[in-house]
């Protein structure tokens, strides 16, 4: 194997190996800012009214319907 086949060799692994951190960087950052949106849905919902409820609804399950 010759001197340029090597250097080649090397320039693509090492060009393979930054697109790959590239990458990995890029999802991280997409999975971040897609946490982020779901805190802000979940954080944009309406707490339930939890004193307007008569005592004795929801403390049955229906089994048969």
């Not at 990995?24 to 307007?52: E, G, H, R, W």
């Amino acid at each position: 194997m010759d001197v340029t086949a090597i250097a080649s060799v090397a320039t693509d692994l090492a060009a393979t190996r930054l697109q790959q951190e590239v990458s990995t960087t890029v999802l991280k950052k997409t999975m971040d800012i897609s946490s982020a949106n779901a805190l802000a849905l979940l954080q944009a919902l309406p707490s339930p009214p939890a004193a307007s409820l008569p005592e004795h609804l929801g403390q049955n399950i229906n089994t048969t319907a």
